[in-house]
């Protein structure tokens, strides 16, 4: 039996109902194969993080245990994104549906398809709040505990729904 790792995924959608994209593709990720869904943050409000003329977010994070390589979650993300129609008019603008394949057990990944831990989430707020909701006890790797980073990461206009 292969070993299941413990990996986190980020959803933020800020097109078409929202709410409803993220509550969907929640499901979506408890129903994938080969995995085993643990637990999902609330449902988060926050102002967008870039380019300011744009809807804000609805932001949660979902834990999995998972039997699929690092590639074959990233194949099932983006394949659920283009299941909701994902659209994406610009660089950091407005989509549907984006999922970050956060954390793989404590997995390092550079390549060109993906970078883990993602390169950003130790200073979003709509990450590193939800990731804390439901599990406390995170080490990033190469980086410090998830409960020190986010002593440097302000709440901002973060808001839980
Ligand atoms: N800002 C917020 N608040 N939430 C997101 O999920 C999000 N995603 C992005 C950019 C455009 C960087 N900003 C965001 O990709």
């Given at each position: 039996m292969t070993a299941k790792i413990?990996?986190?995924?980020?959803?933020?959608?800020?097109?078409?109902?929202?709410?409803?994209?993220?509550?969907r593709a929640i499901n979506e990720l408890a129903?994938?194969?080969?995995?085993?869904?643990?637990?999902?943050?609330?449902?988060?409000?926050?102002?967008?993080?870039?380019?300011?003329?744009?809807?804000d977010f609805i932001n949660a994070v979902v834990e999995l245990n998972t039997e699929l390589t690092p590639l074959e979650l990233l194949d099932e993300l983006q394949a659920l994104e283009q299941k909701h129609q994902r659209v994406r008019?610009?660089?950091?603008?407005?989509?549907?549906l984006d999922l970050d394949?956060?954390?793989?057990?404590?997995?390092?990944?550079?390549?060109?398809?993906?970078?883990?831990?993602?390169?950003f989430m130790h200073e979003r707020s709509f990450v590193l709040y939800p990731l804390f909701e439901i599990s406390q006890d995170i080490e990033i790797p190469q980086d410090k505990l998830l409960s020190s980073l986010l002593v440097e990461c302000p709440l901002g206009s973060l808001t839980k729904i």
């Open positions: 413990r990996c986190f995924i980020g959803l933020g959608s800020n097109l078409d109902d929202p709410v409803n994209q993220v509550t129903s994938l194969e080969k995995s085993q869904f643990v637990q999902a943050s609330s449902l988060y409000a926050s102002a967008p993080v870039g380019p300011q003329d744009q809807p008019e610009r660089h950091w603008g407005p989509r549907t394949l956060l954390l793989y057990g404590d997995k390092q990944i550079n390549s060109d398809r993906l970078t883990v831990p993602h390169a």
